[in-house]
């Protein structure tokens, strides 16, 4: 029962915003699963909004003075890519669909069919991983986009296309032997 509870508050969550009345039509448990929903987001909320300073690795991402850094290199951000990049952050090591960030970064309710999202994870993505230093943006080809930290990144995610940035792939092998020939 536990975690059939869990399952409607995960999906009443979903369903509705902070801000939207309850409709009429809710029966009482119903009511209350949608009240301790609603208070969860909330808590879940207010923990979020309180780090101002978020770090994935060597990427750093200052909230406050809205600033980026990778290591000591300082990364202009349009303030879109910066939202983008803190959503990311936030969810490092989770598969973003592009569903996802249109509807957290973008607010949309719908999905459009555009390649908007495409278009600013690649900006993103070309200005946090310059082509000397470890790819942390994945595209999971089918499902999304992931953020994690460098090594892992490269070991994790099959291939990173830099044709844009340097005309070089990353990949288990393309990054293996770029290592061996930095070795030897």
């Not at 990778?70 to 952050?89: K, W």
């Not at 490092?92 to 495409?118: C, H």
Request: charged share 25%; glycine share 6%.
């Amino acid at each position: 029962m536990i975690s059939n509870n869990a399952l409607e508050i995960r999906s009443a969550s979903s369903r509705f915003s902070r801000t939207e009345a309850l409709p009429m039509n809710m029966n009482a448990a119903s009511v209350v699963v949608e009240l301790l929903a609603r208070l969860v987001e909330l808590l879940r909320s207010s923990t979020e909004s309180r780090e101002t300073i978020l770090s994935v690795g060597p990427l750093q991402l200052d909230r406050m003075a809205r600033t980026a850094r990778r290591g000591e290199r300082t990364i202009d951000l349009l303030p879109r890519e910066f939202l983008v990049a803190e959503y990311m952050m936030r969810r490092q090591g989770q598969v973003l669909t592009r569903a996802m960030l249109f509807r957290e970064v973008w607010n949309y309710k719908f999905i459009p069919k555009s390649n908007l999202v495409d278009v600013h994870v690649g900006r993103l993505r070309r200005k946090i991983d310059q082509t000397d230093e470890w790819p942390m943006i994945c595209t999971i080809r089918g499902q999304g986009f992931m953020l994690r930290a460098p090594k892992l990144a490269a070991m994790q995610c099959r291939t990173h296309d830099r044709t844009a940035a340097g005309g070089r792939r990353y990949g288990l092998t393309a990054a293996a032997s770029e290592r061996a020939q930095q070795v030897g």
